[in-house]
């Protein structure tokens, strides 16, 4: 009969199965609110939506990236599901909901009782994780695949003699993951390098390369045959030039380095109190050391070959594309706040309480809100519909730039193809200068109805396109009248007359 483990007088397998249905509960409502595709989530779903399965072997149209299996999942979800927001974010969403078993698992053999429930605690309710298990990019993919390596090289770290049969699970494993998630190769290499320094004797060490030699010639396929490409493309490593680690040459150097490193605790983990991360991370490095090295070098092994392909400018260590390593981290923040709940309380209950207080209010506050209102980026489907609504025959569409993918996906794919008729005008990407925008409206002025649509992903993030909106919108209402608008959010259309003839462009000043 197995033995029911309690911590505080909670059943702790109990609690566990509560938070992962809790965490569940929170991916749910998130993919079921549907939010309108952002911009980087309309790019890459154009490249599945447009292409068959063969043509998803090329390099992606419009500056994207994403491993080879995880667009083949994507593409099986819309040939099955069609082309909607549901199939596209499917794949995320059972990744997301994998992760909750699959970090229960590995934090239950890492950590005590007590501190495993607080990793999990706040790894089921976390903003990010909830919100990229909902979004048509691999992140949570990633995720998923981490915590399944580290399962199944934790065996062969702590058995005596591991069975062949381990290391054959480990290296298929490893082999597979990198097809499906560009990061995996970095945690592999970490996790290879703890195996293989954690060996007790020649024949440990010659199965661990044995198992590293097929993870290396599964990438190396995969890096000539779909990945060199994504290496070789400029503008789309350009995009991420500011997110690389430097090399620490100079004081300057070193405080963007560390403000980098620093950053996760306040933007990725989804904790509100980002000094209580970092102490809690600290203290679980220290608590690892002491009880168990090993477990500690699998934890922090990853951090290494991610850390170093950021300093030479292969891979970035910020955002979205290191969520591979929240699991880690919220590992070590449960290991090193659950320590010193466990300590203290034995001497002041309260102060364990206001601990956890203190680290889980934040994010199970914005845990409920998020339930009950799913948080919305970029509602350019909104604006469409309203749009598609209220035109009328003879009706023009203007598009401003960064709208133009947003705005192809709804109306080829998203159930708003009354605006196709209207043959809608692409702005190209200007400068905030008159002489320029006016050249972009040529299409559309002297006409007595048109829509102008705008979307950006971040407004506070894309000053310069706030600005261009709302230059455009000034010169717009000189010069003619304004008859409808409507607005969601970071996403807003206008109607307007423009009838009145347009002003014309000074002459240049003869000198």
Known sequence: MATTVRVRGLDVAKMATLLILVGSALRIACFAANRSLWLDEAMLALNIVERPFADLLRPLDYNQAAPIGFLMLLKAATSVWGDHEYALRLVPLIAGLACLPLFWQLAKQVLSPGEALIALCIFAIGDTL???????????????????????????????????????????LGAAAVWFSIPAVLVLAGV????????????QRAAVLAVAAVWFASFLLDYFLFLRVIRDND????????????????????????????????????LTQPLLAKLGFVGGLNVLYRRDRRILGLLVAPFAPALLASLLHVYPFTSRPILFTVPLFLLLIGAGVGAVREAVSRHVPLFGAAL?????????????????????????????????????????????????????????????????ALDPVISKRTKAEKDRILTELQ?????????????????????????ERELILGMLDRMGKRLDQVEATNAWGYLYDLTAPPPQASPPTPR
């Not at 399944?148 to 049969?165: D, K, N, Q, S």
């Not at 290879?192 to 024949?203: C, E, H, N, T």
């Not at 004081?251 to 989804?270: H, K, Q, S, Y």
């Open 443 to 467: 299409p559309v002025l002297g006409k007595p109805r048109v829509w102008f649509v705008f979307s950006y992903t971040d407004v506070q993030g894309n000053r310069d396109e706030l600005h």
């Open 356 to 420: 956890l207080l203190a680290l889980l209010w934040g994010p199970a506050a914005g845990a409920a809100r998020s339930f009950l209102r799913p948080p919305a980026r970029e509602e350019t489907r909104n604006v469409l519909q309203y749009l598609s609504g209220r035109m009328r025959p003879g009706d023009a569409v203007w598009v401003s730039h960064p709208t133009q993918h947003t705005f192809r996906y709804y109306v080829e794919f998203g159930g708003q193809d009354r605006i196709a």
């Open 130 to 172: 909830v919100y990229y298990s909902a979004e048509v990019k691999q992140y949570s993919l990633d995720v998923a695949l981490t915590l399944g390596i580290l399962l199944c090289a934790l065996p062969v770290l702590r058995e005596e003699r591991p069975g062949r049969r381990r290391y054959l699970y480990l290296a298929l």
């Open 235 to 270: 503008t789309l490593r350009g995009s991420w030039d500011d997110r690389f680690l430097a090399w620490p040459t100079s004081p300057a150097a070193v405080r963007r380095d560390i403000e980098m490193l620093l950053l996760p605790f306040a933007t990725l983990l989804g």
């Open 192 to 203: 290879g390098a703890a195996l293989f320094l954690s060996a007790k004797d020649g024949r």
